[in-house]
């Protein structure tokens, strides 16, 4: 089958004056631009079936807005929902939409998705006669487990390449896995942090080209030292940070894409599943909560900084601001919701060629990423923050470490902000391995399709 592909890519940036979010130390909202956001997307078609890849500069997006470009999408150039893959970078320097559209950004959440859609179909009017090949590089020395930092990191760069017929670049797709927060929460200014800096060094390279970023299985994986608790790092979230990691990031891309051969004859496919999850067990009551919730606001007062404050890193803002991360608020709503029936999680996965792509809308903890492209054999990317957001997704280790910490004692941040991210899952125990394995027997599925 004969490749086709095209690829555009369009700014998404918010106007200056909305409300930032994705940092609970950042209330105020963004003064400029410093680089601006963007939506990329790539269309591949083989003669029968036709995939779209979408990259967004943004921390995430809510069921309403993945349901809306999903059926604009459908109407201006016909790729189905099960087809498309909308993908989040997570940077932490644009509008919070991931879970709820506040009031402010109703008309922005409005505009991106139409923006979206509208850039898969001008991808997929270029499309052309394509050749495509794929390859994985290493990254390694700069990214860390930011529970437990002796824990192994997956450090793979994987790189999907897509050139004309005559060797003309038409995207560069790559992924890895590290939180995109380069950039912390003493900026206003909108900015696709790391990731975007390495877009556009690839595509400075490339010129014509669009470079797409996935998001790996990162949800426990910070940037350079930022382990939970680390004090002395030298890196204080500064634009000089996402710059150079995202300099890193494209050379090492560029570096394996010239050794990368391509073919024209390069099959596609793509399926779906919804994976049903239960909700994280506690071992407290609503109104056991509730009380200890009043008690802590009372005693430690409210956080009203338009930015955190000066020499902040992610690594120690639960330690130095319990008001924020240690108030009661994650034990109130996590009783709150126990009961309720399992969430949904839409999973997916494509092949482009020999290429596997596993894709779930989670913080998909590393070990689970891990997991995935260990087990299934081949050639294979797990994809986090795809589509809508579900939250974070642990393995079952740290669930086991705090399972008889009592209600009073996981409020303290200064012995247990490194579990943050099981804390605050809305998930049970085992609920990331069930995941995982589902992923594992879509991949299986689609390659029974073969």
């Known amino acids: 089958m004969s490749l086709r592909a095209g690829a555009a890519k369009a700014v998404i940036t918010p106007p200056v004056g909305y409300p930032m979010g994705a940092w609970g130390l950042r209330q105020g909202v963004a003064q400029a631009v410093h680089d601006d956001l963007y939506a990329r997307a790539l269309v591949l078609h083989d003669g029968t079936t036709t995939i779209g890849i979408v990259a967004l500069d943004i921390v995430g997006i809510s069921k309403e807005i993945l349901a809306g470009i999903r059926r604009q999408t459908e109407q201006l150039c016909g790729i189905t929902a099960d087809r498309l893959l909308v993908s989040s970078t997570h940077n932490h320097t644009t509008p919070a939409i991931f879970t709820e559209i506040p009031p402010a950004l109703a008309a922005y959440a409005v505009h991106l998705a139409d923006v979206v859609a509208g850039v898969v179909a001008e991808a997929a009017h270029r499309m052309e006669p394509a050749r495509a090949g794929h390859g994985a590089g290493d990254l390694s020395g700069v990214s860390i487990n930011r529970q437990f930092r002796e824990r192994p990191v997956d450090t793979a760069v994987g790189v999907l390449r897509v050139d004309s017929r005559s060797g003309r670049p038409i995207a560069r797709v790559f992924t890895w896995a590290c939180h995109n927060l380069c950039i912390g929460g003493s900026e206003r200014l909108w900015s696709a942090d790391f990731t975007g800096v390495a877009c556009r060094l690839l595509d400075k390279q490339n010129p014509g080209s669009v470079s797409l970023f996935l998001q790996g299985a990162g949800g426990d994986i910070h940037p350079f030292d930022w382990w939970f608790g680390n004090a002395r790092s030298k890196h204080l979230h500064t634009f000089e940070d996402a710059e150079s990691l995202g300099t890193m990031l494209a050379a090492e891309t560029t570096k394996r894409t010239e050794s990368i051969g391509t073919s024209s004859t390069i099959r596609l496919a793509a399926v779906a599943d919804t994976v049903h999850m239960a909700r994280h067990r506690v071992t407290w009551t609503v109104d056991q909560a509730e009380r200890l919730n009043k008690s802590l606001v009372k005693q430690l007062g409210v956080y009203h900084g338009d930015t955190w404050p000066k020499g902040t890193t992610t690594a120690i803002a639960g330690e130095r601001h319990p008001e924020i991360y240690g108030n009661g608020a994650n034990e109130l709503k996590l009783a709150m919701n126990q009961d309720k029936p399992p969430i949904p999680a839409e999973i997916q996965a494509f092949r482009i060629g020999d290429l596997r792509i596993a894709c779930n809308p989670g913080e998909l903890f590393n070990e689970l990423g891990s997991m995935i492209k260990d087990s299934a054999g081949g050639d294979i990317w ?54 995982a394995a589902a992923e594992i027997a879509l991949v299986r599925r689609l390659d029974a399709k073969r």
């Open 382 to 435: 797990a994809a986090s923050y795809c589509n809508d957001y579900t939250g974070y997704v642990s393995t079952r280790m740290p669930y086991r470490k705090i399972a008889d910490v009592p209600l009073e004692e996981i409020v303290d941040m200064k012995k247990y902000r490194c579990y943050y991210g099981t804390t605050t899952s809305p998930f049970a125990e085992g609920a990331g391995e069930d995941l």
